[in-house]
């Protein structure tokens, strides 16, 4: 069989050291001058057989034939089409508590009603037993989800672990809101339903946060937040947070100073994730820098930091999951949680029965191709680690035209490899 070296090998110094790492196998090993110059030669007949050996059983060597974008294809079919999961996003709500600046939602007062919840029960039982899932993820989003947890989100909950429990199905729960109407006496029914995984933000430290994050009731938000994650921490079994932070070149410098306002205790149960605000993301490459500090600050701090970026992955993001839903409080259905849920994004809509009612918008998301499947990118040597980060299949499909981010992918390639090297 004749072989060749994966394009998807990336040789990496640090120091005197030289290491090599596959960005599928995810194998890191280091090595010397002597292999380095045999594989990017290649002169491969001059490696020994149990070096062959280890190299193809980290794929670093493959059979010859192999076009290597077309693995990273595979998994990415398997990923939309094969899943066993189904994902459903619910939006109890689309009212909020505050009116952040660059909030892309229109905020006006809404509920689903007594029957929605009715439909869309039934559409996630149908769904689940007619797909043969095996798990399910229900996500609560809004608007501020917990404006209704009471009244919508609780006992929707209850009937649904019940049925589960009945079914052998899976079900993991989880919640985006602002994190400013959590209490003790929620914290007990959020253990009752399960729901360990929250997505809270701050803008910044605390003095620009509640400059962004206040309503006529509450002008210290920041306080509020902080103590009901730690309520949270303290109170939820198997509690998760991620803390996502969103930064602005105006905000940047304050970030620091959020890692201090928890308790050391609770840290290692929030994942601190950065995000940069939409509307300067043409930012982004220039305060790179300034958050890898901030992340590695935050790593030696006792929290745990992802790498959002590099996060394993086939696919762009969860829109291209075919069996993935966003249903909104009048029973219209989308793909994706970033827009105003305007009905020209609309994918279908649930019918009183539970039925799902598909549009054309619905099979362009199911046919459409993903948004790395193009020259430039199946090109790529860094393909696997990318994924077209910047981009998804709703801004393909709707037109939007986003640059190629290579550099930034090459400086994350370079610092998880330098941190994979330092953990060993």
């Known amino acids: 069989m004749a072989i060749k070296v994966s394009k998807y090998t990336i040789f990496h110094r640090q120091g005197e050291k030289l290491y090599l790492y596959h960005q599928l196998s995810k194998t890191l090993l280091e090595i010397d001058e002597e292999l380095y110059t045999a594989l990017t030669n290649p002169n491969l007949d001059i490696l020994s057989p149990d070096v062959k050996q280890c190299l193809e059983n ?121 994190g400013s109407l959590i209490n003790e006496n929620n914290v007990v029914k959020i253990n009752e339903i399960g729901l360990s995984q929250f997505q809270i933000t701050l803008d910044g430290g605390k003095e620009l ?6 309503s006529n009731n509450l002008t210290n938000s920041y306080d509020t937040i902080v103590s009901n994650i730690h309520l949270l921490c303290n109170k939820v079994k198997n509690i998760h947070i991620e803390l996502r932070i969103n930064y602005t070149p105006e905000n940047i410098h304050t970030l620091s100073s959020i890692l201090d306002d928890f308790d050391f205790k609770i840290r ?10 939409w509307q300067k993301s043409d930012k982004i490459m220039d305060l790179n820098k300034s958050i890898q500090n901030f992340c590695q600050e935050a790593l030696i ?26 249903i909104n409080y009048d029973l219209s259905v989308y793909k994706c949680t970033a827009r105003d849920y305007d009905k020209k994004y609309s994918i279908g809509k649930i019918l009183p029965n539970g039925k799902f009612l598909p549009n054309g918008l619905y099979y362009k998301y199911i046919t459409e191709t993903a948004p790395f499947i ?25 037109g939007s035209n986003y640059s190629c981010c290579r550099e930034l992918i090459t400086e994350s390639i370079s610092s998880f490899i330098n941190k994979k090297i330092i953990s060993l």
């Open 374 to 398: 193009n020259e430039e990118c199946l090109k790529c040597n860094i393909l696997p680690s990318c994924m077209f980060a910047t981009s998804c299949l709703q801004k393909k499909i709707e």
């Open 58 to 178: 980290a794929f670093v060597l493959i059979d010859e034939s192999i076009e290597e974008s077309d693995a990273v294809k595979a998994a990415n079919f398997r990923c939309r089409y094969n899943s066993d999961s189904i994902r459903i996003t619910i939006l109890p709500t689309l009212n909020c508590n505050f009116q952040c600046w660059y909030c892309y939602e229109n905020h006006k007062p809404s509920r689903i009603s007594k029957e929605g919840t009715f439909s869309i029960l039934e559409f996630i039982k149908k769904e689940t037993i007619s797909k043969s899932k095996k798990n399910i993820i229900l996500d609560w989003f809004g608007g501020e989800p917990m404006l209704c947890f009471n009244s919508i989100i609780y006992p929707f909950s209850k009937q649904l672990i019940s049925w589960c429990k009945e079914n052998n199905i899976t079900l993991y729960c989880m919640t985006t809101t602002n």
């Open 301 to 326: 701090k006792g929290y745990s930091v992802p790498d959002n970026i590099l996060r394993n992955r086939c696919l762009s993001c969860y829109t291209e999951n075919a069996d993935q839903y966003v």
């Open 268 to 277: 290692h149960k929030i994942q601190i994730s950065p995000h940069i605000v």
């Open 209 to 214: 946060h509640n400059k962004t994050r206040f």
